[in-house]
């Protein structure tokens, strides 16, 4: 089994793989994420000490370079794969006996939240607040859209604006911070182009400074309102963007889940 899981949980979403790969009596080869690399060398000894020789192997490199041709040789029998689903169809493809490859994918967490007309919209703005912007929204099960209902919408856009003034920015050793640097290079300027596209098509920023960029530090956005043309609808941002969705129907979205 190719086990790899993102970086922004560098350990415990690749164990997430790795670990059941192991207890249902296979072998495991783990491809450790570009970014969090050396959070598992303390635990190489413990696979050592722990498994027969040979039983979980480890692979560095950049992914794009090293797991293709794994995947080439035809000897991964499962693909045991967290992130994103461009990736993981290519992965798949290298595969010689593409019918004989197993998968255990988890892949594209466009997350909703729901925001109905009859909620505590304090609690529900605080707990949205913390779904989307902790880890800066770079995590697989942050909050990555937010669908509210028209008859409360401008009063929580008003508590989400205000809540996010009251975050700490900082690095991430510092105490109580709560918004940091993004931790991948082009995320930034990527950030950018999602927010110009919403913007283009009739969006706004609504918060005070959303969206301004400092080096790789990206101040959170919340973009309003978003539809069904833009990529903040349809592509995971995976950082501190928040992108709502005003609706009228409890159906809307649910649709948008199905």
């Known amino acids: 089994v190719l086990c790899m899981g993102p970086f922004n949980y560098p350990l415990n979403e690749t164990f997430t793989t790795l670990i059941p790969a192991i207890i249902m009596g296979n072998t495991v080869l783990f491809k450790p ?119 409360v919408a401008e009063e929580f856009l008003s508590l989400l604006s205000t809540g996010i003034s009251a975050l700490k920015l900082g690095m991430p050793w510092e105490t109580s911070v709560n918004i940091t640097p993004v931790a991948e290079p082009g995320k930034p300027a990527y950030l950018k182009e999602c927010i110009d596209d919403a913007l283009a098509l009739g969006a706004q920023v609504v918060n005070e400074g959303g969206g301004e960029i400092y080096d790789s530090f990206v101040y959170p956005a919340v973009v309003y309102p978003v539809d069904t043309r833009m990529k903040l609808y349809r592509e995971e941002q995976f950082g501190p963007v928040i992108p709502v969705v005003p609706f009228e129907s409890i159906d809307e979205p649910i649709q948008y889940q199905i």
């Open 33 to 151: 994420p570009k970014h969090g690399t050396l959070v598992h060398y303390p635990l190489l000894k413990a696979f050592q000490e722990s498994f027969p020789k040979g039983v979980v192997n480890t692979v560095y490199g950049r992914g794009a370079n090293v797991t293709p041709g794994l995947m080439a040789t035809g000897k991964i029998n499962v693909l045991a794969f967290i992130g994103s689903s461009k990736v993981a169809n290519d992965l798949k493809k290298r595969h010689p006996k593409i019918n004989r490859l197993r998968s255990v994918l988890s892949l594209d967490a466009k997350n909703a939240a729901i925001v109905t007309k009859n909620p505590d919209l304090q609690l529900a703005a605080k707990e949205c607040i913390l779904g989307a912007l902790s880890y800066n929204g770079q995590r697989c099960t942050a909050i990555k859209i937010i669908h509210v209902h028209k008859d």
